[in-house]
Nanobody, 121 residues
Framework: VQLQASGGGLVHPGGSLRLSCAASGRTFSNYAVGWFRQPPGKEREFVAAINRNGGSSYYADSVKGRFTISRDNAKNTVYLQMNSLKPEDTAVYYC???????????????WGQGTLVTVSS
């Protein structure tokens, strides 16, 4: 499956962005999808994940209550709604997909290119 992340940009602290992850190539509804991010100079970290039908999701503690992951299998797209953004949310955000439902980067086989989110005044 091929993944294309989009929607990044520059936003002020307290603002919102919605990232999209568009999939093609295989039956998208067979795959769980995760969002990860890599802040400048740091390791890639888990943000959120959603299962195949969207009935289950979980989040990193750092984004819980501010970010929401969702999916539209008819559109082969997963979204990450990010509200109340903070400077520490600045990172390159990646989406990833796998037949399994995990939270570690090595549990996801397919990766999209990143989209940069910068939170700054």
């Amino acid at each position: 499956v091929q993944l294309q992340a989009s929607g990044g940009g520059l936003v002020h602290p307290g603002g919102s962005l919605r990232l999209s992850c568009a999939a093609s190539g295989r039956t998208f509804s067979n795959y769980a999808v995760g969002w990860f991010r890599q802040p400048p100079g740091k390791e890639r970290e888990f943000v959120a994940a959603i299962n195949r039908n969207g009935g289950s999701s979980y989040y990193a503690d750092s984004v819980k209550g501010r970010f929401t992951i969702s999916r539209d299998n008819a559109k082969n797209t997963v979204y990450l709604q990010m509200n109340s953004l903070k400077p520490e949310d600045t990172a390159v955000y990646y989406c990833a997909a796998d037949l399994g439902y995990g939270y570690r980067p090595n549990e996801f086989y397919y990766w999209g290119q990143g989209t940069l989110v910068t939170v700054s005044s």
